[in-house]
């Protein structure tokens, strides 16, 4: 029995120890933040995300003055905008001062590093990277020097003057306070251009080829049998050479974007140091233009009879892009025509823009004349000649209507339409296989093949001979600068379609 009763005893000494443990433990649980901050403050290392050290109005902040080894700039807030003491016509990225501002309005450190440094030069705090300071329209004023990067951890050590601890500051005060003297100037772009607006494109290069395109659908520059055929290529060869739609469309979308890096002068004396006094290339672009604009008075639309409030408005517009040295990025300086400010632009895009390869757009049909067109084409196969004729007339049909009748005549005997066109298509599906990278002559030489085809309101035949090359290719001589080779066995192929007059595919 009185063994019991010890046990009892001790089984109740045992559990008001362990009530009194929890009782502790729970005292430290609701305090842990109190008795962490003291720590904290004792050891000036531990975190502290809600270390705030000072506080600005940002409504009250009227100047900003920082600086770091690319610039050393003060802006002032004139008529709510923000302008450079230096040079108040200079245009200024508005939202880079107000990322600034962002910095004082809660001055908040991720860590106490030392309550008071006995030597700031370990910190990088001596000849800091980076300085900002700002005063507000009652007087008050703060200022903040950043030092080096945390040695493998996020932020940087920093100092408020007036106050000896070192702190840890987040990573974006080294972001906003890198800003250097060019990425301050508001940057101007040019247009935006929808590629398939563009109706001429110029490129002028100092040390290169020329390079010239245009859209010719009523063939000013060049007969188009086709509506595909409607651009014209006028450089960099002497002649002018159809090129293909589908081509020019892809590369017309290198010259929809003129979007800038940054503006390294705004107002420029000097273009020779950029490579802009002579510039390296041109581009040059002409484009149409589409807005909407409100009809003074409503109109009424005469085929739906409703009512008409707008109208859309077509625009013929124009840019030209100069483009001078590369930086140090290996991005070029660029300058708009008429501006003084001399912009970087992306080399990638800039060397699109100059780097066309002619060949590659070019429509590869040697002779494609609309049928519909074509009176006559005289042939000469190996020094024998041949003919494809069709005439016209206009007749009256059964109900008396007028309509246009055709006939079809190979070597002067009528043929049927259906083999007429068959080789005739074959005739017209000649095309350039490659481009020669020198002058050759046909002197001393005899064509193959001579193809003479007689349009419809041209005084003068369009005439292209075939002559040997080599085992591969046949010359193409159109009556301009020999440059250009097809496949022999489809010229051959050809030929045989003629003298026979008949094609199978």
Not at 198 to 222: A, C, M, N, R, T
Not at 404 to 415: I, L, P, S
């Amino acid at each position: 029995m009185a063994k019991r009763k010890k046990k009892n005893q001790t089984t109740l000494i045992s559990l008001l120890v362990v009530l009194v443990l929890l009782a502790g433990f729970y005292v430290w649980y609701l305090n842990r933040d109190k008795f962490g901050a003291s720590s904290q403050e004792e050891s000036g290392t531990n975190s502290n995300s809600d270390l705030v050290i000072d506080t600005m109005d940002p409504e009250l902040v009227n100047k900003i003055h920082f600086k770091n080894e690319k610039a050393d700039m003060t802006f002032v807030l004139e008529d709510d905008t923000w302008v450079y003491t230096e040079d108040k016509l200079r245009p200024i990225k508005q939202n880079y001062v107000q990322n600034m501002i962002s910095l004082v309005d809660e001055i908040k450190a991720d860590r106490l590093v030392n309550e008071k440094p006995e030597d700031i030069k370990q910190f990088g705090l001596e000849t800091p990277f980076a300085y900002i300071e700002a005063y507000q329209s009652d007087g008050k004023r703060v200022a903040i020097s950043i030092g080096n990067k945390v040695t493998g951890g996020q932020g940087y050590y920093a100092m408020v003057e007036g106050r000896e601890p070192v702190y840890i500051f987040p990573t974006i005060y080294g972001t906003y306070l890198s800003y250097s003297d060019a990425n301050m100037t508001q940057v101007e772009h040019g247009p935006n251009i929808e590629s398939n607006d563009i109706y001429h494109l110029e490129v002028l290069q100092k040390d290169g080829d020329d390079f010239e395109l245009i859209y010719d659908p009523d063939s000013v520059y060049h007969i188009a049998g086709t509506p595909f055929l409607s651009w014209a290529i006028l450089k960099p060869y002497e002649e002018v050479y159809s090129a293909e739609s589908s081509k020019v469309s892809d590369l017309l979308a290198n010259y929809s974007n003129f979007n800038f890096l940054s503006c390294i002068e705004y107002d420029s004396k000097d273009f020779a140091g950029y490579g802009l006094e002579e510039p390296r290339a041109s581009v040059f672009i002409e484009y149409y233009e589409q807005y909407t604009e409100e009809l003074d008075e409503p109109e009424t639309d005469p085929d739906t009879g409703e009512e008409i409030t707008t109208r859309t408005v077509t625009e013929e517009k124009s840019f030209r892009l100069f483009i001078g040295d590369t930086d140090d990025n290996g991005d070029y300086y660029v300058r708009k025509d008429g501006d003084n400010a001399v912009y970087t632009m992306n080399d990638t895009i800039v060397d699109k823009m100059l780097n066309i390869d002619t060949f590659s757009i070019l429509s590869t049909f040697v002779n494609i004349y609309n049928i519909e067109t074509v009176n006559k084409i005289d042939i000469e196969i190996e020094g024998k000649p041949y003919s494809m004729e069709i005439t016209k007339k206009t007749v009256t049909n059964e109900e008396g209507e007028e309509e246009e009748e055709k006939t079809y005549y190979y070597n002067g005997d009528v043929v049927e339409e259906d083999v007429f066109k068959k080789v005739y298509q074959a005739m017209i599906g000649a095309k350039l296989d490659s481009q020669l990278n020198k002058e050759v002559s046909v002197d001393g030489l005899e064509p193959v093949l001579t193809l003479s085809y007689h349009v419809e309101g041209i005084s003068e035949p369009f005439t292209t001979s075939y002559y040997p090359y080599d085992e591969s290719f046949y010359l193409i001589d159109s009556g301009q600068t020999i440059r250009f080779v097809a496949d022999r066995r489809k010229i051959d192929k050809i030929i045989d379609a003629i003298k026979e007059f008949k094609y199978e595919d």
